[in-house]
């Protein structure tokens, strides 16, 4: 009998071995799918995009972001299968940014489609009201740059439009050709778009004029400018020079947009516009300079920040501070 009854304690210190460890097994898998689920659809660590947020956001800080708010999104497209709620203006949010072949970015939403926004002397104006960053934000350097030569800190008054719209191209000015062009992208993945741009002067086309004493890299085959090629700051440097070596010349651009080939006169806006813009004014690259954000390319809002070390410095006072 003792013979027999060793056995039987060998044969089941084996059993329970096995079940032992498919018991871990099922548990690390468990967790695994709970921690996947969890950071796929509600909560997921994002890093911050170097001094664009600065002060609400540091180099170095990690952020715990709410995916869950907006609505559910599939994990694999990261578009929206049931929308709870929309991006409202001061949410900090992490996006796709088109501009950086779909990395993702932190940045405030400061304007939504249908309103209006202007930029006079660094104040931001959302439908004639100052929109006012946090007071922590970096303001950046005193000086003022002309709205002639960047975007930065003087914008002329434009509408972001609104989800249903029908856009005039030809009505638009050249900077807003482009902020629209970057929402079309966003918005038909499958489509080619491509724009071509005319100088004229004095209401001729004038894309054969010589250029020799004018710095850029943007430059056809025979020497020529390509004026196809450059962002609307760009074109509108090429006026600025234009006009400083004559004032009397009319000058400007016409651009054309074709979408596969087939030119584009006016389009209807297919999902919700929002204008983006970092809290250190000066260093930050946004809709300034690339125009508008289709809110689908949201994926969460910035909730806290869970991390905070910038080289051997640990920042323990900004450790779980709410955004």
């Known amino acids: 009998m003792s013979e027999f009854y060793d056995v039987g304690q060998e044969r ?31 909560f997921a660590p994002f890093g ?7 002060g609400t956001l540091l180099p170095g800080e990690h ?11 599939s994990p694999f497209t990261g578009e929206h299968i049931i929308r709870l709620k929309h991006v409202k203006r001061n949410e900090v949010v992490v996006f796709n940014d088109p501009v950086q072949d779909g990395k993702y970015a932190i940045k405030r939403c400061v304007a939504v489609g249908g309103q209006s ?8 104006y959302v439908d004639s009201v100052e929109f006012k960053l946090p007071e922590e934000s970096e303001r950046g350097a005193e000086l003022i740059i002309d709205g002639r030569f960047s975007p930065r800190d003087n914008l002329a008054q434009f509408r972001i439009p609104a989800k249903g719209d029908t856009v005039y191209l030809d009505s638009l000015k050249i900077f807003e050709l482009d902020y629209i062009a970057n929402l079309i992208r966003q918005e038909n993945p499958g489509k080619r778009l491509t724009s071509t741009a005319d100088l004229m002067v004095n209401g ?19 020497g020529t400018l390509n004026f196809d090629a450059m962002n609307w700051i760009e074109l509108n440097n090429v006026l600025n020079f234009l006009q400083a070596k ?4 009319k000058c400007s651009f016409r651009r054309t947009m074709y979408v596969d080939g087939k030119e584009l006169k006016k389009y209807v806006v297919k999902t919700r516009a929002i204008f983006l813009m970092g809290d250190n004014w000066d260093e930050s690259m946004d809709s300034r300079y690339t125009g508008y954000i289709s809110e689908e390319r949201v994926v969460a809002r ?6 905070s070390k910038y080289g051997g410095n640990f920042r323990f006072r900004r450790l779980f501070l709410f955004i």
Do not use: C
Request: no cysteine.
């Open 302 to 307: 910035v909730s806290l920040i869970f991390w």
């Open 48 to 54: 911050s995009p170097g001094f664009g947020m600065a």
């Open 204 to 222: 001729k086309y004038a894309n054969d004029l010589t250029f020799d004493d004018y710095r850029s890299e943007q430059r056809k085959p025979d």
């Open 246 to 249: 004559d004032d009397s010349l």
């Open 63 to 73: 952020v715990l972001a709410n995916r869950i708010i907006y609505g559910l999104a």
């Open 117 to 124: 926004v202007r930029i006079e002397e660094k104040r931001l």
């Open 12 to 42: 089941k210190g084996t059993r329970d071995i096995r079940i032992l460890l498919l018991e871990i097994f099922e548990t690390v898998v468990f967790i695994g799918l709970a921690a996947f689920v969890f950071r796929t659809f509600f």
